[in-house]
Structures are given as C-alpha cells and as structure tokens.
C-alpha cells in the first residue's frame, strides 16, 4: 500500500509579501458611473512569485463592492490595478482616468478620495472564509 500526500500550497506556489500601490475601479450594471479610487500604498501583501498577481486580489476587489453598495444600495462589479512602484502605478492610473473619460457607454467618472475609500489589507483567515 502506497500513501500519495499533496503538496500544501505554501509549497506550490511560493508567495513574496511586499508594499504594492493599488488603485480600484467599479461600475453598476447598466449605470454610466465609473468610481476610481485614488492610488493607496498597502503594505503586507502577498504576490504570487509564479504569476505575479495580487494573491487575495478579488478579497480586495470585494472591499470597494461592499463600501459602494453600502453608500448606494445598488450591487458594483470592482477590480483592482496594482503596481510595486509608485510612480508606475499613478501613470497606469492617469492612462485609465484618460481612457474611462473617452468612452462612449460612460458619462461620468467619480474619483474617491482616500479619505472616501481606503484599501485595507486582508487577514489570511478573511481569505481562506470566503
């Protein structure tokens, strides 16, 4: 008889934890507002050596859903952008503010300020819930 363990995941893929600059954006189904949050340092975030991706990246997309259902009462789709450099995030920022204000389907871009929305990091036992 043979015993055939998996791997845990820690040793799958291996995580680095580190500082990334994010920003995120959400829109209503069949509404033209896009809200944009304003580029936030997060410290403490896990990013995929493998694919280098944002490991609880949709917990934090989840974040901007909640806070702008909450302020409106209407179900958002949100996604975040993230970068490792500050000033590679705010040009990436400026290139989607740019691109969002020339679409035909949306009317209005609404900027968040920080004091408005803040990012907060998500608690391994958060992730694993969900």
Known sequence: MWLVCAPSA????????????????????GDSVVYVTAVQQLDGVKINEKDHQVTHRAELAGQLETALKERYGRHFTAGIFFETKRSKAEDRYLKTIKHQ??????????????????FAPVAESEATAQ
């Open 10 to 29: 820690q040793a799958k893929d291996k995580d680095k934890t580190g500082t990334v600059w994010l920003y995120g954006c959400a829109t209503c189904l």
């Open 101 to 118: 204000g020339k679409s035909k389907a949306i009317a209005t871009v609404v900027k968040l300020t920080a004091d408005e929305f803040r």
